[in-house]
């Protein structure tokens, strides 16, 4: 059941615990009615809310997220932000959402890496990177409207004319 899917996650805890810290994670994430369901009898957004409760299950160290949204449809994906940033605030752990949407990225993280080709082109909190994009593939790939023709690397090569 997903119920013991969850609990899996917290085999180093003990029954009392468990139990307290999977009716908390079935709250947080809205899960508590489909915990004694078999996994394959709940929604796409039910099974990425219990995929979220089993890794926060074992008070993981780090907690690595890789598209968590994707799939999802839009009001269902902003429900799960909001709950997931909520949850967040609360962890003492570092959160590394890896994410293609743009939005999720800006919402979501305090600081951010943009990558392309496999390396690192520019980090830095959001807002800077979105005011202040090193070059004109930051901007392209943050969706950033197209800079002037004398924008090269995040300085003026030469004045606008």
Same mark, same amino acid.
């Given at each position: +059941?997903?119920?013991? =899917? @969850? ?11 468990? =139990?307290?810290? !999977? =009716? ?6 809205? @899960?508590?009615?489909?915990? *004694?369901?078999?996994? &394959?009898? $709940?929604?796409?957004?039910? %099974? ?15 907690? !690595?997220?890789?598209? #968590?949204?994707?799939?999802? *449809? =839009? ?17 003492? @752990?570092?959160? !590394?959402?890896?994410?293609?949407? $743009?939005?999720?990225? $800006?919402?979501?993280? *305090? ?9 690192? $082109?520019?980090?830095?909190? #959001? &807002? ?14 943050? &969706? @950033?409207?197209? !800079? ?6 995040? +300085? %003026? +090569?030469?004045?606008?004319?």
């Amino acid at each position: +059941t997903v119920r013991e =899917n @969850i609990l899996f996650g917290g085999r180093r805890l003990t029954p009392p615990e468990k =139990n307290e810290k !999977l =009716n908390s994670l079935a709250e947080k994430f809205r @899960i508590s009615s489909v915990l *004694d369901h078999l996994p &394959e009898e $709940i929604s796409g957004g039910q %099974k990425k809310r219990v995929a979220l409760a089993m890794a926060l299950m074992g008070d993981p160290a780090l907690l !690595l997220l890789d598209e #968590p949204f994707s799939a999802l *449809d =839009n009001p269902l994906k902003l429900r799960m932000r909001e709950c997931l940033a909520g949850v967040m605030k609360h962890l003492p @752990i570092p959160v !590394l959402l890896v994410t293609h949407d $743009i939005v999720e990225a $800006i919402s979501m993280g *305090d600081a951010m890496h943009v990558f392309s080709a496999g390396r690192v $082109i520019q980090s830095g909190a #959001p &807002e800077e990177i979105l005011k202040k994009p090193a070059s004109p593939e930051v901007a392209t790939l943050m &969706e @950033i409207p197209s !800079l002037p023709a004398w924008f090269q690397g995040g +300085t %003026k +090569t030469r004045s606008p004319e």
